[in-house]
C-alpha cells in the first residue's frame, strides 16, 4: 500500500518523454539537465531504502547534517560546528542559520530530533541508530545535543554514511503525509517538481535554497543550482542510454558500458569515460540455510577457485581492480588492510582439495545475482564456469532489485552477488554486514562482533588501523564473502555540459552544473 502511493503521487509529479523516438511534446522553459539513468526509484523515503537509485536521484533533493567530502570522510552540511564532550558521549551541533526547506519552512533543531528519532524507529539502519544513540535533545533552536551509550569513534561519519542517509525531514512531516514520506521535502539544491505523466523524475531548482558559503567537497559546501531543472530518465537498457546520448536527447547518460569508452572515443561533442572504482562487487554466502552455512572449507574453495583478474578483464575489459579487501581504495583507513590476500591468485588444485575435506558430493548450487545493471549478471556467468572449472555445480539466477532484496532479507539463498558503494569509515564497511547484530546474511561470529566493538571504541588511528586489519585477517579465514573487483563507473556526457563531476561511485550531482548552447 505505501509503495502504491508513493508511486500513484510520483506518476503526477513526473513529465512526459519518450526516448525511443525522441523528447515528446514542447520544451520546458528554462534550462533542463536531462540525464538518463539504469532504472527509477522505488522509495522517496530515504531513511526507509537502501537502494542506489534512490540516492543517486534524491540526494540532490535532501541535505544530511554531515556528507561525503572529497577525503571520503565526513564534512559538516547542514551543521556550522560541533563539540565533543570531554568523555566522548556527547555530541553538541549547531546548525547552519535560515536554511530552509522546500516546504518554506526554516531548519531548526526540532527537526533533526525528529528525524534522527525517526530513523531509530524503522529502517534498515534503525537498530544501528537504537543501539548507537542514547539520547536526541533540542536545548534551543539551532542546538542538538546526542548523548551516545558508549564511545564511538565512528559517530559522524556514521550521520555521513549515504547508504540509507540520514537525512533531514521537517518535524512531524511524516505523520502530516499519513504515516510515511511519501512527497519529497528536503532543503537541498533543487526540489521534486510537479509534471504530468510518464515516469521522468522532475527535479526543480530551489529558488530558497540557503547557500552555504564553504567550499565545495562531493555533497557538502557550495552546491548550486544552475539549471532550471533536472529530468531523471529512467532507461534500463545500457545501449538504449548511449544511443540516447549519442542523439542529443539527453546530456548525461550514467552507468555506461566499458565497450562504450571505444566506441565513442574522438567522437565529437561527446565525452564517455571510466572512473577506477570505489565501489566494488562482492560474492556474500547465506548462514541461515544451504549449503555453505555450516561449512568454511566449502567457503574457502569459492575463493581460491574464483580468478579476479580474469573477472575484471572478462567483464570490465580491464578498466576494473581486483578488490583485495573488504575496503575500497581510497577510503579513511584502507591500508593496512590490502596486504597478504591469500586469494589473491587462484588456486584450482587446493579448491578441490578443500571441497573434498568439506563432503562436497555434486550438489546443484544456486547464484543468485541482480538483473541490473548488467555487470552483475555479466560477472555471475563468469564465476559460474569458473566455479564449474573445479567441479562445483553452479546454476545463475537473476533477478531484479526487489525480488533480490527479499530474498536476501529472509536469509533464501546460498551466496548471491551484490556490491558496496562507499562510506564514510571503515568501521560500517565492516560492521554494517558483518556484525551479528546488523547483518541479514545470518553470519555469526562472537570473536568478530568483539572486534566491532573495538573498532566503534577505539580513538586512535594506528590502534584502529590494527584492529581493522585483524577484522580484515578473520574474514579472509571465515569467508563470509569474497570481494571481487572495484566497479568501474562509466559515464558520458555532450560538450554541453558544464562542470559536470564524474566520480567513480557513480552518484548524479546535478548541482553546479550548467549548459550551454
Known amino acids: 500500500m505505501r509503495r502504491q502511493k508513493w508511486i500513484?503521487?510520483?506518476v503526477g509529479c513526473v513529465a512526459g518523454f519518450v526516448l525511443l523516438v525522441g523528447v515528446a511534446g514542447p520544451a520546458p522553459a528554462g534550462t533542463v539537465l536531462k540525464i538518463a539513468a539504469d532504472g527509477d526509484i522505488s522509495d522517496v523515503d530515504l531513511h526507509n531504502t537502501t537502494h542506489y537509485?534512490?540516492?543517486?536521484?534524491?540526494?540532490?533533493?535532501?541535505?544530511?547534517?554531515?556528507?561525503?567530502?572529497?577525503d571520503m570522510g565526513p564534512k559538516p552540511s547542514l551543521v556550522d560546528k560541533h563539540t565533543v564532550s570531554p568523555d566522548g558521549l556527547a555530541y553538541t551541533l549547531t546548525l547552519r542559520k535560515g536554511v530552509k526547506f522546500h516546504s518554506?519552512?526554516?531548519?531548526?533543531?526540532k527537526d533533526v530530533v525528529y528525524s534522527l528519532t525517526k530513523m531509530q524507529g524503522k529502517g534498515p539502519r534503525s537498530g544501528q541508530f537504537k543501539k548507537l544513540m542514547k539520547s536526541i535533545e533540542a536545548p534551543d533552536g539551532l542546538t542538538v545535543k546526542i548523548t551516545l551509550n558508549e564511545v564511538n569513534a565512528g559517530f559522524i561519519a556514521t550521520l555521513a554514511n549515504p547508504i540509507a542517509p540520514a537525512v533531514i525531514y521537517p518535524d512531524g512531516e511524516a505523520e502530516r503525509q499519513g504515516g510515511s514520506i511519501t512527497k519529497p521535502v528536503g532543503t537541498g539544491p533543487f526540489a521534486v517538481g510537479e509534471g504530468k505523466k510518464d515516469s521522468v523524475i522532475r527535479l526543480k531548482k530551489f529558488a530558497g535554497y540557503t547557500v552555504d558559503d564553504r567550499p565545495t567537497s562531493r555533497f557538502t559546501g557550495k552546491r548550486l543550482a544552475l539549471v532550471d531543472q533536472v529530468d531523471f530518465i529512467p532507461l534500463r537498457d545500457s545501449s538504449v542510454r548511449a544511443a540516447a546520448l549519442e542523439r542529443g536527447d539527453v546530456d548525461v547518460a550514467l552507468a555506461l558500458t566499458q565497450q562504450d569508452v571505444e566506441r565513442y572515443k574522438g567522437k565529437?561533442?561527446?565525452?564517455?569515460?571510466?572512473?577506477?572504482?570505489v565501489s566494488f562487487a562482492d560474492l556474500r554466502f547465506g548462514f541461515k540455510k544451504g549449503i555453505f552455512m555450516n561449512n568454511p572449507k566449502l567457503r574457502q574453495a569459492v575463493a581460491y577457485a574464483i580468478d579476479k583478474e580474469e573477472a575484471v578483464k572478462a567483464v570490465t575489459f580491464g578498466l576494473g581492480k581486483?578488490?583485495?579487501?573488504?575496503?575500497?581504495?581510497?577510503?579513511?583507513?584502507?591500508?593496512?588492510?590490502?596486504?597478504?590476500d591469500p586469494y589473491a591468485k587462484p588456486n584450482p588444485e587446493k579448491a578441490k582439495q578443500l571441497m573434498r575435506e568439506a563432503g562436497y558430493k555434486g550438489e546443484e548450487i544456486i547464484l543468485d545475482s541482480h538483473l541490473q545493471p548488467s555487470i552483475y549478471p555479466e560477472l555471475a556467468v563468469v564465476l559460474q564456469s569458473q566455479l564449474q572449472?573445479?567441479?562445483?555445480?553452479?546454476?545463475?539466477?537473476?533477478?531484479?532489485?526487489?525480488?533480490?532484496?527479499?530474498?536476501?532479507?529472509?536469509?533464501?539463498?546460498?551466496?548471491?552477488?551484490s556490491g558496496l558503494s562507499p562510506r564514510p569509515d571503515a568501521e560500517i564497511y565492516y560492521c554494517q554486514f558483518w556484525e551479528s547484530t546488523s547483518t541479514s546474511t545470518g553470519y555469526k561470529n562472537p570473536e568478530y562482533d568483539r572486534l566491532c566493538g573495538a573498532a566503534r571504541t577505539t580513538i586512535k588511528d594506528e590502534d584502529r588501523k590494527k584492529v581493522f586489519t585483524d577484522m580484515e585477517n578473520l574474514l579472509r579465514a571465515d569467508v563470509p564473502w569474497i570481494p571481487i573487483f572495484y566497479i568501474p563507473q562509466v559515464e558520458g556526457w555532450r560538450s554541453t555540459v558544464q562542470g559536470w563531476q564524474h566520480w567513480a561511485a557513480g552518484y548524479a550531482r546535478a548541482w553546479n552544473v550548467s549548459l550551454s548552447k
Open 53 to 70: 537509485l534512490n540516492r543517486v536521484v534524491l540526494l540532490n533533493v535532501y541535505d544530511m547534517l554531515f556528507a561525503l567530502g572529497e
Open 322 to 340: 581486483a578488490a583485495p579487501a573488504g575496503i575500497p581504495i581510497g577510503t579513511p583507513y584502507f591500508g593496512p588492510v590490502h596486504g597478504n
Open 104 to 109: 518554506g519552512k526554516t531548519l531548526d533543531a
Open 389 to 417: 572449472a573445479v567441479g562445483m555445480n553452479v546454476r545463475v539466477r537473476t533477478l531484479e532489485s526487489a525480488a533480490l532484496q527479499t530474498t536476501w532479507d529472509g536469509g533464501e539463498f546460498a551466496f548471491f552477488l
Open 268 to 277: 565529437s561533442g561527446l565525452t564517455v569515460a571510466a572512473k577506477p572504482g
Open 8 to 10: 500513484a503521487w510520483f
